[in-house]
């Protein structure tokens, strides 16, 4: 297992959660192979005195030296040292299932004693695409660790299984013109089958932007359809549409609304995050 610095253009695993190891891998798996990127494993854990233990194991499938995480929950609290040592197993119990999945990609190790959040902003700026398990075990809330970052997101659940549609969810702003030039410049969802959706009034200028927005999508190759749903309740009516339709991720921009208006009302990006079911790509906010 090589700890080495980092390599530009990497998908980011993080390891942080034991609910969400494995489908952080695989959906990292997923990704390095359509972004022809290498996987960054990190594993985030702040210096404390004492920290309360955390079970990873039977987190991956791999059976040998399994025991050696089992060991660290035995025990009610675990000291540094000790932190470290289950820190580099689960490290090299995940760079071996992604060696045996044989994606021929460069996998490599971060292994970091700090915050979860502060580990994503050490490897911002050199990451592609971070991947975070839904249930973060960390103090800072996942809309928080997107909110914090510059880098897209992909938010996985319990089991992860190849996407082969999508929800595009598109309103105009500067922020989802950024998130389709992205995902027209590379080959991600070029495989799917995408829904473009924009929840709004079905006036003139928003037809004419999804339309632009749509053809966009069209000439990079990609397979779409396009669809204009007036309702006020955004996250409701996108959710909706993606049960409706059985589309299996979830894409957006990251809070566009502005601060006061997410302390009375709440943020559509956070309602989607604690709703969603299906993994889901965030674009984030400039």
């Known amino acids: 297992m090589t700890m080495t610095n980092l390599k530009p253009d990497s998908i980011i695993a993080c390891l942080d959660c034991p609910d969400h190891v494995q489908a952080v891998l695989d959906a990292s798996l997923w990704a390095a192979k359509h972004l022809n990127a290498p996987i960054g494993l990190l594993h985030a854990m702040p210096n404390l005195h004492r920290s309360a233990a955390v079970n990873y194991s039977g987190c991956l499938t791999i059976d040998d030296e399994s025991h050696l995480l089992q060991r660290f929950t035995t025990e009610e609290h675990l000291s540094n040292a000790q932190i470290k040592d289950q820190g580099k197993i689960l490290l090299k119990h995940a760079e071996r299932y992604c060696d045996n999945k044989k994606i021929n990609k460069p996998i490599y190790c971060i292994h970091r004693h700090t915050t979860l959040a502060e580990s994503i902003e050490y490897v911002d700026d050199m990451a592609q695409l971070l991947v975070i398990g839904h249930q973060v075990t960390c103090k800072h809330t996942l809309a928080q660790l997107v909110r914090s970052s510059d880098c897209p997101i992909l938010i996985t659940h319990t089991a992860f299984s190849t996407p082969k549609s999508a929800l595009f969810a598109f309103d105009n702003r500067p922020i989802c013109h950024a998130l389709l030039n992205w995902l027209c410049s590379n080959a991600l969802i070029r495989s799917m089958s995408i829904h473009i959706v924009m929840i709004g009034k079905e006036t003139e200028h928003n037809k004419e932007a999804l339309r632009e927005a749509y053809a966009k999508l069209k000439q990079s190759g990609i ?6 749903v007036d309702c006020r309740d ?20 990251a809070f566009g609304e502005s601060r006061l208006r997410e302390l009375f009302y709440g943020s559509d990006t956070q309602k989607l995050i604690g709703a969603s079911k299906t993994p889901y790509l965030l674009y984030p906010s400039e």
């Open 223 to 228: 397979d779409c359809k396009k669809a204009l």
């Open 234 to 253: 955004v996250p409701s009516a996108i959710l909706y549409y993606q049960n409706k339709h059985q589309l299996e991720l979830l894409v957006t921009g």
